[in-house]
């Protein structure tokens, strides 16, 4: 993607390879880019089919 360097000025090429949450956090803000919504992303006709490539986002328990 691309990204703006405020101290030169620029812009710059970036690539990055994100996983886990902050992964689904970037594309849902990218989406907004191009005026996506997170349902536009539900199957239409089987709003709970789980493609078989996805994993689940795992939160680890707060430990107090």
């Known amino acids: 993607f691309d990204s703006f360097d405020f101290e030169s000025g620029n ?3 970036v690539k990055a390879r994100l996983k886990g949450y902050i992964a689904v956090v970037f594309q849902h803000e990218y989406d907004h880019l191009f005026g996506k919504l997170f349902f536009d992303h ?3 006709e089987n709003p709970f089919y789980i493609p078989d490539n996805s994993t689940p986002v795992k939160f680890k ?3 107090e």
Do not use: A, L, P, R
């Open 11 to 13: 812009t710059v090429h």
């Open 42 to 44: 539900i199957n239409k």
């Open 61 to 63: 328990q707060n430990e």
